[in-house]
């Protein structure tokens, strides 16, 4: 399924359950040749309403964040596991199945975007996006390279949020990511069999095309 293919379907989906909770699927937004992947968990109550990813008092940390390390919002494509929202107040985590139906649609969105350095919000994205079993605590700040890209997980921003000595790890963290985004593609790595196509074969990016 190639990018264009998935955002089409996933804005009709009803793979999973979370179709019924969602007021608005959120599939995700940047530009399609960013270095800065970041992927979170599910959307929440703003950005269900609004359809776009990382809203509401989660968005602001994450743009202060980025901002501390000169890096703007426009230049990182921003998704989330699953592109619906789970159902409860606070939202529920998605489930395994729910993360599997939904996978494809980022599976096309990393194979279009192809960025340098994914960053993996929290436990579950962590788990996913690395293939380990750890808590995020345990390996967050770490490179990790995996199918020609650096995975790198941290805490999740709702857990930042409320807690201030979380919110300096997750500043210390991002401090890394500058010189991740200028380092060399790992050239000896894992795979998880996230596609990938090498930059001589992939199509010109579409400007715009979110
Ligand atoms: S979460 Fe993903 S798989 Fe489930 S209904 Fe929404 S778009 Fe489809």
Known sequence: MDFA???????GCTKCGLCHSRTRVVFGEGPLNAGLFI?????????????RPFRGASGMLLDRILDSQGIGRDEVYLTTLVKCRPPESPPRSPKPAEISACRPYLMAQLKAVDPKVV??????????LTGRKEAVSRIRGRAIPLDGRYVFPTLALSRAL????????LLSDFSRLPELLEAERPSTYGTLNVPRTPDAEREPVQPGLW
């Not at 293919?5 to 804005?11: I, P, R, V």
């Not at 960053?119 to 996913?128: C, E, K, Q, W, Y």
């Not at 409320?162 to 790890?169: M, N």
Request: charged letters at 30%; aromatic letters at 6%.
């Open 5 to 11: 293919e998935a955002q089409k379907e996933a804005l």
């Open 119 to 128: 960053v993996a919000l929290g436990d579950i994205a962590s788990r996913v």
């Open 39 to 51: 992927v979170g968990e599910a959307p929440g109550f703003n950005e269900d309403a609004e359809g």
């Open 162 to 169: 409320y807690t201030p000595a979380d919110r300096d790890l």
